[in-house]
């Protein structure tokens, strides 16, 4: 079983930036591709970026891509979403998941384990 912890959200103005943590216990992270997805109110949870077991590969959704960077430590078990530039359309609960796969997965039923989410909001 791995145990996710997300945190670092909360409010910023359009513009600023957030660094958003993804904490994991339970088991090493080392071989799982990590996701962070968000769902805001009255919309369906979207994929947001995802990077490889290595660290070696990335991929984001076009809506962040430019903004966000998502990375990862695996030697402290965590990831993490660097986001800038933010937007009122950013304003969601983010969620960070673990897939036990080596490819690159955008899709949520992929992933096999998922934080409580933290949220963000984002003031125009």
């Known amino acids: 079983q791995v145990q996710l912890a997300e945190s670092g959200g909360g409010l910023v103005q359009a513009g600023g930036s957030l660094r958003l943590s993804c904490a994991a216990s339970?088991?090493?992270?080392?071989?799982?591709?990590m996701g962070w997805f968000r769902q805001a109110p009255g919309k369906e949870r979207e994929f947001v970026a995802t990077?490889?077991?290595?660290?070696?590969?990335?991929y984001y959704a076009d809506s962040v891509k430019g903004r966000f960077t998502i990375s990862r430590d695996n030697a402290k078990n965590s990831v993490y979403l660097q986001m800038n530039s933010l937007i009122a359309e950013d304003t969601a609960v983010y969620y960070c998941?673990?897939?036990?796969?080596?490819?690159?997965?955008?899709?949520?039923?992929?992933?096999?384990?998922w934080g409580q989410g933290t949220q963000v909001t984002v003031s125009s």
């Open positions: 998941a673990a897939a036990r796969t080596f490819m690159v997965i955008t899709t949520s039923a992929r992933y096999d384990y």
């Open positions: 339970g088991r090493t992270l080392s071989s799982y591709a």
């Open positions: 990077i490889t077991w290595s660290g070696a590969n990335s």
